[in-house]
């Protein structure tokens, strides 16, 4: 495994690129207070978050998403993301009964690392779909600028994987391979696989996010259809997913009689098909946004003018109002005496 020292192209400590290969020596953990460690995948979840919102914001001001909206939304999307996406990597995993039914506290256990994305995108979408009904807006809409957050923002997580060593390989002897030499990075300490060079599998997930990210936002200034970014990410991210995971050194499942892919992967391939008809669906029914109009409103009812007056407490009359009250009670009251003389 060793190198020369003058063949290093870049020697920084907690990274080395030379040949023969890609060396990270980071360790997962920031720094800790008594218990309490704060780690680089957490934070990069935060700047993913923050990344994500900076994003959406010029195409939700053009779409009629408020800030406040998205706010509101915010919250309900990340419980949703994080529930669905642990999860769904809890349900794949081999040892379900042993390690985390019979201890639950693992479950919940995100400082542990093991995230599914796919998890995480089912139920922030239902959420959004429940979310959109309450605030009478398209729900099409809204999902359109949670994928493209989620598109900004998973390039952050990659990175969080990275320094993690939560998303290995095979291993390989390609000149780009990753050598992970940090103890406590989960390639050293769960996978046992220290000094080892192995495909850099998170590496290619980050660059796919990338490239995504860049159609995606070309597409957002392009499409009036809402719905048509949804299944723009959709696509993509099944397809590079399928391909990616042949790099990745997780197990192959019994599926179909069959025994040639991983869970991910099947995931993808039943994805597709799903979106099929939901390609079909979306094409159909949602129609283009004239100009002019406001797209998170457009073709969804909403609620009578009256019935948000009625919403609102009567106000007390103005001090103006009052006086020409009292001036007409008065002119009343002389008119009367008038007539009874």
């Known amino acids: 495994m060793g190198t020369l020292p003058f063949a290093d192209l870049i020697n920084w400590g907690w990274l080395r690129i030379g040949p023969p290969y890609i060396y990270l020596n980071i360790d997962p953990v920031i720094f800790r207070l008594g218990p309490l460690a704060v780690r680089w995948y957490g934070l990069m979840y935060v700047v993913g978050i923050l990344i994500g919102l900076w994003v959406i914001k010029g195409y939700c001001q053009r779409k009629g998403v408020t800030e406040d909206l998205v706010y509101r939304l915010l919250w309900w999307c990340i419980a949703a993301g994080v529930i669905g996406g642990r999860l769904y990597f809890v349900l794949q995993q081999p040892n379900l009964v042993e390690y985390y039914l019979k201890n639950p506290i693992h479950i919940i256990a995100t400082w542990e690392g093991g995230m599914a994305f796919f998890g995480a995108i089912f139920l922030v979408i239902a959420a959004l779909f429940w979310r959109a009904r309450v605030e009478r807006v398209n729900p099409l809409v809204l999902v359109d600028a949670a994928v493209l ?4 923002g998973q390039i952050f997580g990659r990175i969080g994987n990275i320094i993690n060593g939560d998303i290995i390989g095979y291993q390989s002897t390609l000149p780009w391979s990753t050598v992970y030499v940090h103890p406590e990075s989960w390639a050293c300490g769960v996978y046992n696989l220290c000094n080892v060079p192995v495909q850099p599998a998170a590496l290619y997930e980050m660059i796919t996010n990338i ?8 597409c957002a200034r392009k499409f009036r259809r ?18 990616i995971f042949f790099t990745r050194d997780n197990i192959i499942v019994d599926f179909l009689g069959t025994h040639i892919l991983k869970q991910a992967q099947w995931t993808s391939v039943i994805l597709f098909v799903l979106l099929l008809p939901i390609t079909y669906l979306v094409i159909s029914r949602s ?3 004239p100009d ?5 409103t457009y073709g969804i009812p909403q609620l009578a003018s009256k019935e948000v007056a009625s919403d609102k407490k009567p106000e007390e009359p103005a001090e103006e109002e009052k006086v020409d009250e009292e001036e007409a009670e008065t002119q009343v009251v002389s008119n009367k005496q008038a007539t009874q003389e």
């Not at 490239?211 to 070309?218: E, I, Q, S």
């Not at 809402?226 to 391909?243: C, E």
């Open 211 to 218: 490239v995504l990210l860049g159609v995606m936002l070309y």
């Open 292 to 296: 002019g109009e406001v797209a998170a």
């Open 226 to 243: 809402p719905g048509m970014l949804m299944l723009v990410y959709l696509y993509a991210y099944v397809i590079t997913q399928f391909f």
């Open 287 to 289: 129609k283009p946004v």
């Open 149 to 152: 957050f989620g598109a900004a």
